[in-house]
């Protein structure tokens, strides 16, 4: 069958446990309607389609759930990521303070070139604000990535940051091929230097 | 038939729900279809869109899904009473399978218990409305009782 899509997305959400990720994107309805089944067993991932300019796109999104130390969370958790959602809880500080941690995780053990947001999750409805919108912001700033808002239960900019974040990874893919596309002497250049510099590695372990 | 390992996947009193459930399909399993399936498919895939009965989120598109008689063992959806246990469930026989898990626009996958991952609605949760064997990567099956047509 043709594929039916134009782009697939591989996204993690991070954070420290009970800052609503699960809210963000696995929502263990309380519903009493619902069966436990659901809930006892645990989400691994969802696919969401969203459209951007035109084209299809497939996200797949993980969860961090159960390991949320980011002292567990290593290089093979991240692999093939292409976004990670750092997300903290607008009332609980340490979460906020943590983002760094995590940030300094994915420096560690993501590749170089995975593109990063900070939400600020509000999960329930009370207001014990702890974090103010433009420390956020800042922290943001600070490292040169996007910053949003959001409640997961009154599903207030939870799809506007997927999309937000699917197409910075477009933007990004894009520039790629383009530069691949115009210089195409240049790219075979540059894995010549690649392949020069892996066997220069090679040779000084080996001394 | 080939499935019954599937169903011992989910340590529970598989056939007790099942035999008391006046909808089900008779013993023969690989039974006709209970429903008029005419509307139901177009050049043999599903004709109209697949969708969460309880919010109405988009799981599959018309035409890409083929159907499909096999029994599986699936968890309730609902909360029948109180005395329901999560694993308690019904054998379903009527299915909805495509190839690709990027076929889906929109759905969850649980964890893995055994080789099985359940399907679930991706904005509401409700659920299971589907089944996986992760040793099959090339089948994913949602139930046609589980889902709404429109």
Known sequence: MAKTYDFLFKLLLIGDSGVGKTCVLFRFSEDAFNSTFISTIGIDFKIRTIELDGKKIKLQIW?????????????????????????????NQKSFDNIRNWIRNIEEHASADVEKMILGNKCDMDDRRAVSKEKGEQLAIEYGIKFMETSAKASINVEEAFVTLARDIKSKMDRKMDATGQQKSGGVKVTEKESQKKSGWKFCTLL | MADKGDQAKVATPMDTDAAKDPNQVGGSGEAEPTRDMTELIKDGKNAKSIVCERCNSKILLPGVA????????????KKKSEQQKATDGENLSEHWVVSDMMTFENVGFTNTVGTAKYLICADCEVGPVGWHDVTDKTKYFIALDRVQHK
């Open chain 1, 63 to 91: 969860d961090t759930a159960g390991q949320e130390r980011f002292r567990t969370i290593t290089t093979a958790y991240y692999r093939g990521a292409m976004g990670i959602m750092l997300v903290y809880d607008i009332t």
């Open chain 2, 66 to 77: 083929e159907f499909v008689t096999k029994e599986i063992f699936l968890p309730h959806m």
